[in-house]
């Protein structure tokens, strides 16, 4: 063999030596490279996400939703009917102590409908419940509606005001069942902007008011018929929405429980398939639905509101609604054409009254991600505090009319302002946070009790809003608002939990021990997971 000849297989168990060496070190690389892309990957959508899933969600909950409509008619009413009815031409006509009870005699009735909504929804559930309620509303428009056709004065009044109370019970009715069954359905990741829907539709319902109260001036009759419409709608479309699958299950009814679970996830009703993790949440649904029919039956309800998990949030919700109430929010709504004319608005104070709606509606369409995005405590701490400067403002302008009372503009911007601000937080989080705060097994009977207190604070402060405008003036009244709504924001700062991507136990356990429990989310894993496979490098 020449000498070229053994050189060349000398080199050649080096060469593979190296060509080894650097496979071997290749498949390191190539593992190491799918353990980073793995880390990189986005998780599968749990099942109650998929797109089908949350169409249905969504579908049902908007139906629900329909009947918040009329109540949120309902709360506007006298904003734009008030003119007509302080007509002194008009053969019916109302004085201001008689007015004022027209405009909050709904309120009265709220708390009413809260402890019915406490007694009915455990009871016959959460889809009866919103039926029910919407025939009660349906009641009161046609009261409404009817009550000029009596002949004798104290008549028409009685029936004006009974129509009001049956839509305040409405109101009081329709704070808490949409919610609940919105959460109950849904998982943390879209539960925010299913419940948001509520306050949508109430919002939407405002509006609709004021534009019935622009286009008709001086027909209450006409607006109430159109109420009726709207009203026998949402009472259709409540029929094909299927029961909460958590009441169902508490109530041991199982198989009805399955096919709604089923519904809502975007699964088949028929049993044709077999899909372990919905098997496992529907195991786990059953669990807390047993423990919590086995803790009703051993507990009387006294028993249960003296549990932490339910008083602390029941106390929270009931001064949260007291703050909101007190802060002037639903007074804005309900007399918003008075309040912009004594704020010196220069343009028709009913136009002024649809600007409020239409800037309600397009705050409430981004709350759902505000929510999500920077959590409950900052958005409600920021509403308060923008609240508290609009009133300030206003309140300025009656203080020096010479100077900032010259600004013709600032009433309509500081009114509008403020009740996107509202929007922003206290007008819509405590109806957001009532279906999240409470345990299932005292969900009902607990939303309804804070219903109570909070609807029982807001009659209070539409019935003294015309007396308190006459003893402390329209700009100090204002003044009064706004330090509510500062007291409101150092409330929220101090008492409120954040309950943004909790589950409905996670929060039961905190309102138990005081604390939430430390969980590892998906960046936090994927940061782990990286850092593992760059060690080993």
Request: hydrophobic share 45%; glycine share 8%; net charge positive.
């Amino acid at each position: 063999m020449n000498a070229a000849g053994m050189k060349q297989q000398e080199e050649q168990p080096q060469r593979d030596d190296k060509l080894l060496s650097s496979g071997h070190h290749n498949g390191i690389v190539c593992k190491d490279m799918d353990k980073t892309e793995r880390a990189f990957e986005k998780p599968a959508k749990p099942l109650g996400e998929s797109r089908l899933a949350v169409l249905r969600q969504e579908l049902m909950v908007f139906f629900g939703n329909l009947g918040v409509l009329g109540a949120g008619m309902v709360v506007s009413m006298p904003s734009v009917t008030l003119s007509q009815l302080h007509d002194e031409t008009q053969p019916f006509w109302l004085n201001k102590e008689e007015s004022s009870w027209y405009a909050s005699v709904n309120n009265i009735a709220c708390p009413i409908g809260g402890l019915l909504v406490s007694f009915f929804m455990d009871r016959i559930g959460r889809k009866h419940t919103i039926l029910l309620t919407n025939v009660l509303g349906l009641l009161g428009w046609i009261l409404l509606a009817t009550c000029f056709l009596h002949t004798d004065r104290d008549h028409v009044y009685a029936q004006m005001l009974i129509g009001r109370a049956m839509g305040g019970i409405m109101i009081g009715m329709f704070v808490s069942p949409v919610g609940v069954y919105s959460a109950e359905i849904s998982l943390p990741r879209i539960r925010g902007r299913l419940i948001l829907g509520t306050s949508l539709a109430l919002a939407s319902g405002i509006l609709l008011m004021y534009i019935l109260g622009y286009f008709i001036r001086s027909n209450i009759e006409l607006i109430s018929c159109i109420c009726i419409c709207c009203q026998v709608t949402a009472i259709l479309l409540v029929f094909p929405m299927p029961e909460s699958p958590s009441w169902l299950l508490q109530k041991g009814r199982d198989e009805k429980a399955r096919k709604s679970l089923r519904y809502f996830r975007g699964l088949s009703t028929k049993e044709n398939d077999y899909v372990p993790e919905f098997e496992a949440e529907l195991a786990h649904m059953k669990e807390l639905a047993v423990n919590a029919k086995n803790t009703a039956a051993s507990e009387s309800f006294s028993q249960i509101i003296r549990r932490p998990e339910v008083y602390k949030p029941v106390i929270m919700l009931t001064v949260f609604f007291a703050f909101q109430q007190i802060c002037g929010v639903v007074v804005i709504i309900v007399y918003a054409v008075q309040i912009a004319q004594r704020a010196g608005v220069a343009i028709d104070p009913v136009l002024v009254a649809v600007m409020l709606g239409v800037a309600r509606i397009v705050t409430t369409c981004f709350m759902s991600s505000i929510f999500e995005k920077w959590g409950r405590r900052p958005s409600g701490m920021f509403s308060a505090s923008g609240m508290a400067i609009c009133m300030l403002l206003l309140a300025a302008g009656g203080w020096w009319p010479d100077t900032i009372g010259t600004m013709s503009w600032l009433p309509v911007i500081c009114i509008v302002a403020h009740i996107i601000f509202s929007t922003m937080g206290m007008l819509t989080l405590p109806f957001f946070m009532i279906s999240e705060v409470f345990p299932q097994r005292a969900r009902g009977s607990a939303s309804g009790i804070a219903v109570f207190l909070g609807m029982l604070t807001a009659f209070v402060m539409l019935k003294i809003y015309p007396n308190m405008d006459a003893l402390l003036g329209t700009s100090n009244l204002f003044a009064f608002y706004a330090g509510v709504s500062f007291g409101a924001a150092v409330f929220i700062y101090l008492c409120v939990p954040e309950t943004r991507g909790r589950t409905l136990e996670e929060l039961e356990e905190h309102w138990r021990t005081g604390k939430f429990a430390r969980r590892a989310t998906v960046n936090n894993l994927k940061d782990v997971e990286l850092h593992e496979v760059f060690l080993k490098k």
